[in-house]
């Protein structure tokens, strides 16, 4: 047995990986390959956009199978496999090796459909400068503000990022952006505003509400992207007519989803991303928003945009920055947390790493905002209330509105579906819990109030996954999702799950007053402080910790790793 079968035995490849390797061997005669396909579409796949040959110690299963992989993964081998034809460097082969990265072609036209539409975005040139002036100081007030330099910014590029952590003012930027754009335009500006998810989408419509009618819709939506079509319906040939397109919660959107949309743009239209480059990045492969960041060398400017900062925004900004520099604007003051104290104090640790320094905020906090309860104690008798007093003020309320407002306050957060602390057990043991209470029958697969999960995209329902709702008993039981007017008859509902408790991931997009991150001791790659960082940053008002002291420093100590040729494509 080779180590490729015995890797798919241990279900460490799935039966994807070993399908497109033996596809590959059999299309291209390269019959000992099947470990080196199988390894890399794994990869590719998975989390990243490309393999690095020189650290493919990133792969899980690298230590129990170091010397098949490096010999594997050699350039000896690569240049074997480069003879029947299967790989070529920057050529139109099914893999691409460059750089010392191996890539599968479509990931890397994508990178460098990105990577070219950010290098070749424009400077736009400022028309009527004393309006420019006035407006800024309209929207933002007199004096120096990092927010009056993000709008200038967005003003000036035709590509901008604005990125900063909850309460920094991003979405209250972007809305004067348009306000001061508006009005410095000859004709009405076409406006898109869009999210990588619905409930993203719908968190968008709440935040940044517009009296002229916007409305935001996914990127799927907005790109006409549904389950038997994976490409936009638009090109540069046929691009969309939209003068400014705004993404939100841009560090969920991966690399093809990325691609597709730059390549959607007309030749003269605003792209604005919005995000928070230490969350976590898309569930699909890609960290776009990151690399960006990382390129562009976050609040350095070049002098000449530095000299327009100070004349427009009245700000001082470093001018030692590069051309990439100019793209992107960190707005780093909370307006929420003071982050010399409580969840935002524990939020900065969190994006230093500093495990000594989040486990003295948790443990020892003094705003009443951070609880803390060891994961030896009683943890499932905590659940067993927490369950119980949530379904209690749910049902109390009298109409479908208040209800789902009631359910949205909040939510338990683990890093993993499977495992004791895991959602799917969670859920369960709720369901349980609830049924011993007498608050619902064992036997019932809907009941009134109770929280559901949408798992998989439905284009005819117009229900995404991801998107949370609630079932009303209602002439029958009802499902109502935040957003909609409507309720969907619980029996047409896609495919579904109780949602007493959401991974980590499912949260992004989403705020709740209240916080319960389960963290248990994990050797896994993604216990990472992205995910921790994330984690608290969806608690608004209070955030309850399960966990031990070990745990909490060791998600701080490790980082999400994801491998890409963009960052260092936009420094070239």
């Known amino acids: 047995m080779n180590t490729a079968d015995i890797l798919y035995k241990n279900g460490q490849l799935r039966d994807i990986d070993v399908q497109f390797a033996k596809q590959m061997c059999e299309i291209f005669g390269c019959h ?117 330099t993000a709008a200038l910014c967005a003003c000036l590029s035709g590509f901008c990022v604005i990125t900063g952590g909850p309460g920094t003012g991003k979405t209250t930027t972007v809305r004067k952006v348009l306000n001061i754009l508006n009005e410095l335009s ?53 691009p969309m007519a939209y003068d400014v397109v705004i993404v939100d919660e841009a560090s969920m959107v991966d690399l093809k989803m990325m691609s597709e949309l730059v390549n959607s743009l007309k030749p003269d239209a605003r792209l604005i991303l919005l995000g928070d480059k230490d969350q976590l990045s898309s569930v699909m492969p890609g960290s776009v928003l990151g690399d960006i960041c990382t390129a562009s060398d976050t609040n350095m400017f070049t002098r000449e945009r530095a000299a327009l900062i100070k004349n427009y925004a009245e700000t001082d900004v470093s001018p030692d920055g590069t051309p990439m520099s100019d793209i992107t604007v960190a707005l780093t003051e909370s307006h929420r947390f ?82 004791r602390f895991g959602t799917q057990a969670i859920n369960s043991f709720a369901l349980s819990a609830l049924s011993r209470e007498g608050l619902r029958s064992s036997t019932e697969k809907y009941f009134h109030g109770q929280p559901v999960m949408i798992t998989e995209n439905d284009y005819s329902m117009n229900l995404f996954n991801g998107e949370t709702g609630l079932v009303v008993k209602q002439d029958g039981m009802k499902a109502y999702f935040a957003g909609r007017e409507k309720p969907v008859g619980v029996m047409r509902m896609p495919a579904w799950t109780n949602v007493y408790a959401m991974t980590v991931h499912k949260s992004q997009g989403s705020e709740f007053d209240h916080v319960i991150l389960v963290l248990p001791e994990s050797d896994s790659p993604i216990a990472t402080r992205e995910l921790f960082y994330t984690a608290v940053t969806r608690a608004k008002e209070k955030l309850t910790v399960i966990s031990t002291e070990a745990a909490i420093r060791s998600y701080l100590k490790r980082r999400t790793e994801r491998f890409s040729g963009l960052e260092e494509y936009l420094k070239s």
């Open 32 to 148: 000992d390959a099947h470990l080196f396909f199988s390894v890399l579409f794994y990869a590719v796949s998975t989390e990243h956009t490309c393999l690095k040959t020189d650290r493919i110690d990133i792969l899980p299963f690298y230590k129990e199978f170091k010397d098949e992989l490096d010999e594997t993964f050699s350039s000896a081998n690569i240049e074997k496999i480069a003879l029947s034809g299967a790989v070529a460097v920057n050529e139109n082969a099914p893999v691409i090796y460059t750089g010392g990265r191996l890539y599968l072609a479509s990931f890397y036209r994508s990178e460098k459909q990105v990577g070219g539409f950010i290098k070749n975005s424009k400077n736009l040139p400022v028309t009527d400068g004393e309006k420019l002036k006035k407006l800024l100081a309209r929207e933002f007030g007199e004096g120096a503000n990092m927010q009056k």
């Open 186 to 238: 000859d004709s009405p500006l076409n406006v898109a505003l869009t999210a990588p998810t619905g409930k993203a989408a719908n968190r968008l419509n709440e935040t940044l509400a517009d009296e002229d009618g916007l409305k935001a819709v996914t990127l799927h939506r907005l790109l006409g992207i549904t389950g038997s079509r994976d490409k936009s319906r638009f090109s540069q040939d046929y």
């Open 338 to 419: 003071d982050d010399s104290e409580g969840i935002g104090r524990l939020a900065k640790t969190c994006r230093q790493g500093d495990g000594d320094a989040a486990a003295d905020v948790i443990m020892n906090d003094i705003t009443g905002r951070i609880s803390f309860i060891p994961a030896d104690s009683d943890v499932m008798g905590f659940f067993r209330k927490y369950v119980t007093d949530l379904h209690k003020s749910i049902t109390a309320e009298v109409n479908h509105e208040n209800m789902l407002a009631a359910a949205a306050r909040s939510i338990i957060l683990c890093p993993n579906v499977t495992g």
